[in-house]
């Protein structure tokens, strides 16, 4: 039976692996309805249809691109969708410049300024860094909010009139679903923590995590157990035969808020010590850690389920002490069964 | 001379050439210039010089003295026509460029005792400048004004308005624009987290394999130092790289881990190689290399195939074209 939560989760995880197809899918959308625009108008304008059958165009190969893409991710599918928009937006500036009179200068160069700005912010997304997150979400959000009003205004009329503008309606449906899902892609957690100011907090908390104690940090009870007997109880150590000096290892995952580290117990041969060390990514290389020795460990109590810190000590030196989680009743029953 | 200080110089130069074009226009002028023009001339041609002269090795001053000498000779060529009682354009223009002028000095100022760290709301002010004195021009020739009269009726303003947008544009280049504290805070972070943490994504190419193993390839002969050889494995996905280095009089190899392609690092570890394991005897099958030195010092660095890694459509271009990774490319 899964639960409310794991099949929560499963569902985030869908939408994750859809999610750049979604944004593909929304740009071909896009695109057929300018076409079908363009076919079904009365008129031309001036500019003949020039702008909406490029933009038609540009937005068919970015979606493509997207698709076909070898190094999918998120944030890349963000920077071609961007790119399609900023383009599309560039030449409707054009067309809007060909008209010259005041007016269509300024809105002409509003569009040429928007979609030079979108432009520019691919090429982040590019690089791996999101830009103008917050601004794209608050557009996304009125724009969204704007076609949702029109569609209700179109059941109104319906209700007091008994007709109904279907061409209306699609074109808010659409549109309505573009914003929303750009909404939803722009919350996603692959962006939210690549600006780069939240990058900065992640690099800064990943060093923290791994060479500091924080005041406010407490260890996992059945960590701070391994921990608290890693002299005379190794059962829960792993061997390790790669043909190295380390005889048992044993890792533990340090979480402080949402950045993780692992704490890496190694026995080595020869040695009755317990050498640890610190890495923010123990899956990933190992090069540059916190390494310390530990010759002794001191907690403030005998009994496993009531001791509340535990202290290092390397020699005459005292490392650090670790605060340990209380434990809920649930946990304490599973403890001292 | 570095490219800065060459690019500061050629600041520094157009800012006095363009002072100089304003005075010979008042001198030789038709029309009588207005108290304080003829100083504002002086000003651009003495800040300029000051620039080139004695602050190309300076950024932080020589960007403030550029932005004080810019903001100072506006104030000084439109504070008459500010002061008149008047409401013609050039009055309202002249009330404007006051305003801006006065932000820039106070920025200039603020600069040069660090009080403010970037150069950008500066910058911003002389960008805007320069779309004052073009903005008008450009404007009567998209309703269809001919060209070259209407550049000829603004000269002047096309002359300041260049001088504006040159200024911009140096102090935007590469090595030129004083860091917002986001960018430093972002640099920084990444300086430390260089030195302090793993860059968990980095690896080592398979065929770096043999490099590393093989004792008889690879190695860079040095004459100084207590360093005798050293030979450099490129990691990806990092700035980081690995260094295996031979010392005088001692038999073994050490490992020393820096940044790559930067002038000053520090090494935040270095030490003797006691082993080196692979997780697969098969060599092509490996994917973790372990280095163990003593006292619990081990690195484990993932191996992967480099040609086998995901690219995107530029790198995938490149490397179908032949112009795949140069042996330093830092990163995909």
């Known amino acids: 039976m899964i639960s409310f939560v794991e099949s929560g989760q499963k569902v985030i995880g869908y939408f994750k692996k859809s999610t750049v197809y979604l944004l593909a899918f929304v740009l071909i959308v896009s695109s057929i309805y300018e076409i079908y625009s363009v076919y079904t108008a009365d008129m031309p304008d001036d500019w003949g249809f020039v702008d909406e059958i490029y933009s038609a165009i540009i937005k068919l190969i970015m979606a493509e691109f997207i698709i076909f893409d070898p190094k999918k991710s998120v944030l890349r599918a963000v920077g071609f969708y961007a790119v399609a928009i900023g383009l599309s937006r560039v030449i409707t500036s054009f067309s809007i410049l060909a008209q010259t009179n005041t007016f269509s200068l300024a809105i002409g160069l509003i569009f040429l300024i928007m979609g030079l700005n979108l432009l520019y912010s691919s090429y982040n997304y590019f690089k791996d860094t999101v830009r103008g997150r917050t601004g794209m979400m608050y557009s996304a959000c009125i724009l969204a909010f704007v076609q949702t009003i029109t569609l209700l205004m179109s059941y109104q009329t319906y209700k007091t009139t008994g007709q109904i503008d279907f061409r209306e309606i699609a074109i808010a449906a659409v549109y309505l679903f573009q914003y929303v899902v750009l909404l939803l892609i722009m919350d996603t957690e692959e962006l939210r923590y690549s600006t780069l100011i939240e990058k900065t907090n992640t690099r800064v908390e990943s060093t923290c995590v791994t060479h500091m104690v924080g005041g406010r940090f407490q260890l996992e009870r059945q960590d701070a157990v391994v921990l608290k007997h890693m002299f005379d109880d190794r059962s829960s150590w792993m061997p390790v035969t790669d043909g190295g000096p380390i005889e048992l290892e044993r890792r533990l995952h340090i979480i402080d808020g949402r950045i993780g580290s692992t704490m890496m117990l190694q026995k080595w041969a020869g040695c009755d010590d317990i050498y640890v060390t610190m890495v923010n990514d123990d899956l990933g290389s190992i090069i540059l850690a916190n390494r310390f020795k530990v010759t002794e460990v001191v907690p403030d109590d005998d009994d496993d389920n009531l001791f509340s810190s535990v202290r290092l000590f390397d020699g005459n030196r005292m490392l650090a002490q670790m605060a340990v989680k209380e434990l809920d009743e649930e946990e304490q029953e599973g403890m001292s069964e | ?332």
């Open chain 2, 1 to 332: 001379m570095k490219r800065n200080e060459i690019l500061t110089v050629l600041m520094g130069i157009i800012i006095s050439i363009t002072g100089i074009y304003f005075l010979i226009r008042d001198i030789n002028g038709d029309v009588q210039p207005v108290p304080g023009e003829v100083l504002s001339d002086v000003m651009l041609i003495v800040g300029g010089a000051c620039v080139a002269l004695f602050f190309r090795k300076d950024l932080r001053n020589g960007t403030a003295l550029s932005m004080f000498t810019l903001g100072a000779s506006m104030v000084a060529g439109n504070i008459y026509y500010a002061l008149e009682a008047s409401e013609d354009t050039q009055t309202i223009f002249s009330d404007v460029y006051l305003i801006l002028s006065a932000v820039m000095i106070y920025y200039s100022i603020s600069l040069v005792f660090h009080s403010t760290a970037g150069s950008t709301k500066g910058l911003v002010c002389i960008g805007v400048l320069a779309l004052i004195e073009f903005g008008p021009m450009c404007y009567r020739i998209y309703l269809g004004a001919d060209v070259i009269p209407t550049i000829g009726d603004n000269i002047d303003n096309l002359v300041s308005g260049i001088m504006h947008l040159t200024v911009v544009f140096i102090l935007t280049r590469k090595g030129m624009l004083l860091e917002t504290p986001t960018k430093r805070l972002n640099r920084n972070s990444k300086l430390l987290s260089d030195n302090m943490c793993s860059p968990s994504q980095a690896f080592i190419d398979v065929h770096d394999i043999d490099t590393i193993l093989d004792d008889s390839q690879g190695w860079t002969q040095f004459d100084k130092g207590p360093i005798i050889s050293q030979k450099t494995i490129r990691l990806y996905n990092t700035d980081v790289g690995l260094d295996l280095q031979r010392w005088k009089g001692d038999d073994r190899t050490y490992l020393s881990v820096r940044v790559l392609d930067v002038d000053s690092y520090e090494v935040p570890l270095s030490f003797p190689i006691e082993s080196i394991v692979l997780d697969d005897e098969d060599r092509s099958n490996a994917t973790r290399m372990r280095f163990y030195g003593n006292d619990g010092v081990f690195v484990d660095i993932v191996i992967k195939d480099f040609e086998k890694e995901k690219k995107g459509y530029i790198d995938t271009v490149k490397q179908r074209y032949g112009k795949n990774r140069k042996k330093d490319d830092p990163v995909m």
